[in-house]
Nanobody
Framework: QVQLVESGGGLVQAGGSLRLSCAAS????????AGWFRQAPGKQRDLVAV???????NVGDSVKGRFTISRDNAKNTVYLQMDSLKSEDTAVYYC?????WGQGTQVTVSS
């Protein structure tokens, strides 16, 4: 059974930082692309960042220069380092590994 467990969300002031983690089990993590998406109330789920099995990354334009995605295959974990957070980054953040999704973690940025 595949499980993706996200952690690290919370409430932070604008300009602050958070690091999200997504620990995977029941899946061959190292051979799968992993990514982070986010969904704000009333909006569609959008791609934030993605990292391939080989470590190549792609980051959305709205977070470029502020967010960094990384992975640790030894820990079956993908991370999202979020710096210089803005109120518009407020959303539920979901990790995705292969075709599987986590349950989401809330990130709220107060201005």
């Amino acid at each position: 059974q595949v499980q993706l467990v996200e952690s690290g969300g919370g409430l932070v002031q604008a300009g602050g930082s958070l690091r999200l983690s997504c620990a995977a089990s029941g899946i061959s993590f190292s051979i799968n692309t992993a990514g982070w998406f986010r969904q704000a109330p009333g909006k569609q789920r959008d791609l934030v960042a993605v990292i391939s099995s080989g470590g190549s990354t792609n980051v959305g334009d709205s977070v470029k220069g502020r967010f960094t995605i990384s992975r640790d295959n030894a820990k079956n974990t993908v991370y999202l380092q979020m710096d210089s957070l803005k109120s518009e980054d407020t959303a539920v953040y979901y990790c995705c590994v292969g075709s599987y999704w986590g349950q989401g973690t809330q990130v709220t940025v107060s201005s």
